[in-house]
């Protein structure tokens, strides 16, 4: 079966740096669009970023933009999000997510719908 396992989150202080990772199996990664999305507490699931399934193109959340960058070695079937300069607010749980059928390209590829599989996600906390 797909499973989409997410490491690499932690405490952080604010402007610092942090690089998480997501190992995918079971499913054609390299055919696959691959998010990122977080939870804060209280707050819906959001989009951070997302990656086409050569790289040729990223997308990001006006919040991340800059700052943050998605990558992914389809060789290691591994996407991987690196926070720089983060701040306070991006102190959420972080969740990668799969899109295998490339649904998301047209019908949105901020969408958490248009994914298929979801990992169990990793906290992120960034002190102030």
């Known amino acids: 079966q797909v499973q989409l396992v997410e490491s690499g989150g932690g405490l952080v202080q604010a402007g610092g740096s942090l690089r998480l990772s997501c190992a995918a199996s079971?499913?054609?990664?390299?055919?696959?669009?691959m998010g990122w999305f977080r939870r804060s507490p209280g707050k819906e699931r959001e989009f951070v970023a997302a990656?086409?399934?050569?790289?040729?193109?990223?997308y990001y959340a006006d919040s991340v933009k800059g700052r943050f960058t998605i990558s992914r070695d389809n060789a290691k079937n591994t996407v991987y999000l690196q926070m720089n300069s983060v701040k306070p607010e991006d102190t959420a749980v972080y969740y990668c997510?799969?899109?295998?059928?490339?649904?998301?390209?047209?019908?949105?590829?901020?969408?958490?719908?248009?994914?298929?599989?979801w990992g169990q996600g990793t906290q992120v906390t960034v002190s102030s």
């Open positions: 997510a799969a899109d295998p059928v490339r649904r998301s390209v047209l019908a949105g590829i901020r969408i958490p719908g248009n994914y298929d599989y």
């Open positions: 079971g499913l054609t990664f390299d055919n696959s669009v």
């Open positions: 990656i086409t399934w050569s790289g040729g193109n990223t």
